[in-house]
């Protein structure tokens, strides 16, 4: 049964056109400047973790790519400051 549901999620992830249909897809709320940006360091790191990890289902396949995103954000911050400003709103970061 598990081999069936990761498989339709596999075929529906190969239908979407874009890196915003698949945080949609995930319900996974993003900022579209980043998006236009980082799009392809964030399908990398996605596919990266899926790799890893080997999802058994779609909230599997969701921390994998809200995983990614926050990675991204984080390399985002200013180093200086000390902040974690990118990381505002996040509660499902592994880092917390």
Same mark, same amino acid.
């Given at each position: 049964m598990q081999?069936?549901?990761v498989t339709s999620i596999e075929d529906k992830l190969k239908q979407l056109t874009s890196i915003s =249909?698949?945080?949609h897809f995930f319900d996974i709320g993003f900022d579209s400047g980043?998006?236009?940006e980082w799009?392809?360091?964030l399908l990398k790191r996605f596919n990266g973790y899926v790799i890893l990890?080997?999802?058994q289902d779609w909230f599997d396949y969701r921390r994998c790519l809200k995983n990614a995103y926050c990675k991204i954000q984080r390399g985002r911050l200013d180093r200086?400051?000390?902040t974690r400003s990118a990381c505002r709103g996040c509660t499902s970061c =592994?880092?917390?």
């Open positions: 081999t069936t549901n =249909e698949l945080l980043l998006m236009h799009q392809d360091d990890t080997k999802p200086s400051n000390k =592994e880092r917390r």
